[in-house]
């Protein structure tokens, strides 16, 4: 992780806040994402991407 990924925003699974920094212990969030935006749609992001890798699976078997 580079040095600004302090000031990016994080995605806290525990509480469903966004925060900006490393406010929360690493197994509590996800990210880093660019904008407060982005944090906000994580858990969309994570659903759509856990789709998508199911149905890549299921076409490899």
């Known amino acids: ?3 600004d990924a302090e000031h990016k925003y994080w995605y806290n699974m525990r509480t469903g ?3 900006q920094g490393f406010v929360s212990p690493s197994y509590d969030r996800v990210g880093p994402f660019d904008t407060r935006e982005e ?13 998508k890798w199911a149905e ?6």
């Not at 944090?39 to 789709?51: F, G, Q, T, V, Y």
């Open 1 to 3: 992780m580079g040095p």
């Open 39 to 51: 944090a906000a749609h994580a858990l969309e992001k994570l659903r759509a991407n856990s789709a």
């Open 17 to 19: 806040a966004v925060e």
């Open 56 to 61: 890549e699976d299921a076409r490899e078997d």
